[in-house]
């Protein structure tokens, strides 16, 4: 079958794709929610996903997969293409599209716990006074780090992508990656960097600007009352904001195929 595989974190899952009327139930708000609260909200995060929308309106003869997990790193993104229960043998081809989250993310497998429900990994930030585990990474966190992590996430999803006949594209949810081009080790350079669908920008910095809102901060996005036209209060897309990727994403990989 030929697919779309999504892989990445809540603006790959979905969230924020809801109806206009669970924000009004919720009293204009659905950030805050545990893993199981948001259970209910999956239905609709799946089929207004970017994901969704690809198939749905562009690739409409393809199966769309949707492995985004929110609160995921790059790396528990790319875990998951292992470790997701979906029928990775029926694949024949089709597309591996990695949204990027935050660099800073790290995500570990430290107890089977995390085997049995959605969430397979716990996700680690570098923030002193969390947890012994959020500080320890503080302690050790680099900037270097996060850049060559990030690397090596990409470079693992381009070569899942070769190995099972998918055209490999990226791109950022809410994150500027062009410093990644300099020169890690040689690490860059195997990169496919006509595969990136949002350079010097991310896709947060391009819903802002669908807003009116250019250059506009999260704080800006998290003190309104009631989500934007394109952005949640909870910085994340709309069900009107994941149309716009999807939009975008089909004509940046319309131009570098050539279709006419």
Same mark, same amino acid.
Do not use: L, Q
């Given at each position: 079958m030929q697919v779309v595989l999504g892989i990445g974190d809540s603006w790959t899952q979905g969230e924020g794709g809801v109806p206009l009327h669970i924000f009004e139930e919720r009293g204009g708000r659905i950030d805050g929610t545990t893993d199981e609260e948001c259970i209910p909200f999956l239905k609709h995060e799946h089929e207004n996903s970017w994901v969704n929308v690809l198939c749905r309106d562009y690739f409409t003869t393809h199966i769309p997969i949707n492995l985004g997990m929110r609160g995921y790193g790059n790396r528990g993104a790319v875990k998951n293409l292992y470790i997701e229960n979906y029928e990775l043998d029926k694949i024949t081809g089709g597309y591996l599209i990695f949204l990027l989250s935050s660099r800073v993310r790290f995500d570990v497998l430290y107890s089977d716990d995390y085997i049995t429900g959605r969430r397979k990994f716990h996700t680690i930030y570098p923030f002193p006074d969390i947890n012994e585990i959020n500080d320890c990474y503080f302690k050790y966190y680099t900037d270097y780090f996060g850049k060559q992590e990030t690397i090596f996430n990409i470079l693992e999803a381009q070569t899942f992508a070769q190995a099972y006949n998918l055209t490999f594209y990226f791109a950022s949810a809410f994150e500027d990656i062009d410093d990644l081009k300099e020169d890690l080790y040689g690490s860059t350079k195997l990169i496919n960097w006509n595969s990136y669908l949002t350079p010097n920008t991310n896709y947060f910095t391009k819903l802002t600007e669908l807003d @009116? =809102?250019? =250059? &506009? +901060?999260?704080?800006?996005? #998290?003190?309104?009352?009631?989500? +934007?036209?394109?952005?949640?209060?909870? /910085?994340?897309?709309? $069900? &009107? @904001?994941? +149309?716009? /990727?999807? %939009? %975008?994403?089909?004509? #940046? $990989?319309? /131009? #570098?195929?050539?279709? /006419?």
């Open positions: @009116g =809102n250019p =250059n &506009a +901060s999260w704080e800006y996005y #998290k003190k309104m009352k009631m989500p +934007s036209k394109y952005i949640t209060n909870c /910085i994340h897309p709309t $069900i &009107a @904001g994941y +149309s716009k /990727i999807a %939009d %975008d994403m089909y004509k #940046k $990989i319309k /131009i #570098k195929n050539k279709w /006419i």
